[in-house]
């Protein structure tokens, strides 16, 4: 039996340890056709890298496929009408929150772009390798006293609030699912919370709900020099909008990890005005990438595939 694997080498080594003696684990290249030839004689993909658009196809041509299990919380790389006439299970981490909570590199990097915006600390760095020294040119936003508005307030929206809280911010956030926010932490409706909002970050799963949440008419409403977060998923915004906010201004600046139709970004908006503007910071969807971190999602998800299996 044969369990194909995308991801890094440590979580590699995580499923080759819980599978031992039970199955042979492949690491596969994360290419389309690499991964459309393995899964031809697969039992189960653990995907750890969505850097593959898993396709109906692919998974008419794995007719030993019993499941697909994502290290990740979200899955949209992944088609369903095939999976779903075969009744072949996708598993997540959204059903994993015990594990999920200890885990903080995806809040941690949040904080890292929302600090890089407002420092414009790659606009510095570039400046100093050009080798100059001019720090009138970057001119800093204080936080203190600042306020961040958090769309979506589960795990990742409350390690953003203790972040902000110690930093001296004052918090707002928007949650219709949580009934309970972090003490300190101010409810606000979607628009109020856009429009009062010095930072905004964004951390919701992309569902019908979601998609374009962050709509061109809240990022127009948005608060001047507002700077948004995002490394939930690109399609919770309205990516055009926010293009269009950054070039006249109104938006002071971007940090994401996410962008719709990723992997594929050569020639996205977003990434081609980033080359031209240090007011944008993009970072490959590597949030979660902490080898502590993926070690212990990838033994979670191998070990939901010896439990769907049966192996």
Not at 273 to 282: F, G, M, P, Q, S
Request: proline share 4%; with cysteine.
């Amino acid at each position: 039996m044969k369990i194909v694997y995308l991801g890094s080498q440590v979580g590699f080594k995580a499923l080759e340890e819980t599978l031992a003696g039970k199955a042979e684990a492949e690491h596969v290249d994360a290419s389309p056709d690499a991964v459309e030839r393995a899964l031809e004689g697969a039992a189960a993909l653990l995907d750890a890298s969505m850097k593959v658009r898993i396709t109906n196809e692919m998974v008419r041509r794995a007719p030993e496929l019993g499941i697909i299990a994502c290290a990740t919380t979200g899955s949209d790389h992944i088609e369903r009408d095939e999976l779903e006439r075969r009744d072949i299970p996708v598993r997540t981490l959204r059903e994993d929150r015990e594990v999920l909570l200890g885990l903080t590199p995806a809040a941690e990097l949040s904080w890292a772009l929302l600090m890089a915006c407002a420092r414009r600390l790659t606009g510095a760095c570039d400046h100093v390798k050009g080798g100059q020294w001019n720090r009138e040119l970057f001119p800093g936003i204080m936080l203190k006293d600042r306020r961040l508005g958090l769309i979506g307030c589960g795990r990742l929206g409350s390690w953003m609030a203790r972040y902000a809280k110690a930093f001296g911010m004052d918090v707002a956030a928007y949650d219709p699912h949580v009934d309970t926010l972090p003490e300190g932490v101010l409810r606000l409706d979607l628009e109020d919370l856009v429009r009062t909002s010095d930072f905004v970050s964004v951390h919701v799963h992309l569902s019908e709900e979601t998609t374009s949440l962050l709509s061109r008419d809240l990022l127009e409403s948005a608060k001047p020099g507002v700077i948004v977060v995002n490394t939930s998923r690109g399609a919770v915004i309205d990516e055009n909008a926010l293009l269009d906010g950054l070039r006249s201004g109104r938006i002071g600046g971007a940090g994401l990890d996410v962008l719709d139709g990723e992997p594929d970004i050569q020639s996205h908006p977003l990434v081609e005005y980033a080359r031209e503007h240090d007011n944008v910071v993009i970072t490959p969807h590597c949030g979660g990438n902490s080898p502590d971190a993926v070690a212990v999602v990838c033994r979670r998800t191998a070990e939901k595939i010896v439990e769907t299996l049966g192996i």
